[in-house]
């Protein structure tokens, strides 16, 4: 059901990655739908606390008694939550029911900064009665059911392009962004890929992923690089297969499908192994993994236990 009326969007966050964000949503047009700013640190939480010593690690046992005094209460329809330390994500759910928040938007974009309870956080919420949503990476996501949480990624999410190429010359001709990620790197990337030659597609593909992180731009990726957990590599795939997709190239769930033709039956670990490690299709083998997903729930092909095979 689509909102009659634009919601009013309270915002708590931590450092230079929610700082970014919210300077690419006022971008978006989505400033002026904020009716709160946090920003909120751990040493609030041990300024308020002086007599509890490691009080950090006592959040969990009581979270409500954490809410900080200096947290301005608004009411709001969405809270959005950017980069906070991971032993305060255990609050999010007291404060979201002190500001009568209707949704909770909490991306996971830094694995060290992932809350070691996050499945009692989203049993809080889900006890509240509060929908939420904790997209990892932030711009994997590209809808929700909850339609406080869909308003952000009708601006921001997974990027879209409109991209028009020179086959003569085999040059990108012109690209325009018709959708920026949540952080403003597709906005940023867009304007290096002018002009610039896709007839090595590695070299291609190098280029989109180093502008993708390069720090000199406007706005970059800001998500981890844990080796365990390649998160910034996973949002560099999901940029790459968006501009990818606009030049009519194949893309990974072309490569899968293509795969899984030549060797029916072919096991997911031997596939991901394949395309992420041998023929180097994309960065992050989570990138496999969520495109075989999208693959079988679009009936494209069928999961057999751990082997795959084409509908």
Request: hydrophobic share 35%; charged share 30%.
């Amino acid at each position: 059901m689509a909102l009659e009326n634009e919601p009013r969007i309270y915002i708590i966050y931590s450092g230079p990655f929610g700082e970014q964000l919210i300077d690419n949503f006022a971008v978006h047009g989505i400033g002026d739908k904020i009716v709160g700013l946090y920003e909120f640190e751990p040493e609030i939480i041990e300024e308020e606390h002086p007599s509890e010593p490691d009080v950090l690690k006592k959040i969990w046992d009581n979270p409500s008694k954490y809410v900080p005094k200096n947290l301005p209460i608004m009411e709001c329809d969405l809270l959005i939550v950017l980069g906070i330390h991971p032993l305060l994500g255990d609050i999010i759910p007291s404060i979201a029911e002190k500001l009568n928040a209707k949704a909770v938007l909490y991306p996971l974009d830094d694995s060290d900064r992932i809350p070691e309870g996050l499945k009692t956080i989203k049993d809080d919420l889900e006890a509240l009665g509060i929908p939420h949503e904790f997209p990892k990476p932030f711009c994997v996501m590209d809808e929700s059911e909850t339609e406080y949480i869909n308003y952000i990624f009708k601006e921001v999410g997974v990027p879209k392009f409109n991209i028009k190429l020179d086959e003569d010359r085999q040059i990108i001709k012109e690209i325009e962004v018709v959708k920026d990620t949540p952080c403003g790197s597709a906005e940023s990337v867009s304007k290096k890929l002018a002009y610039f030659s896709y007839s090595d597609m590695k070299a291609l593909r190098e280029k989109i992923t180093t502008e993708h992180e390069n720090e000199e731009n406007e706005n970059y990726c800001l998500a981890s690089m844990d080796p365990l957990e390649p998160l910034m590599q996973e949002a560099g795939d999901i940029l790459v297969e968006s501009i990818y997709e606009a030049c009519g190239f194949p893309t990974i769930g072309d490569h899968i499908i293509e795969q899984i033709k030549l060797e029916e039956g072919i096991s997911i670990k031997d596939l991901t192994n394949l395309l992420a490690y041998e023929l180097k299709a994309c960065d992050a083998p989570r990138t496999i993994e969520r495109k075989i997903d999208e693959l079988v729930s679009e009936g494209k092909i069928i999961r057999n236990g751990s082997n795959l095979s084409i509908a």
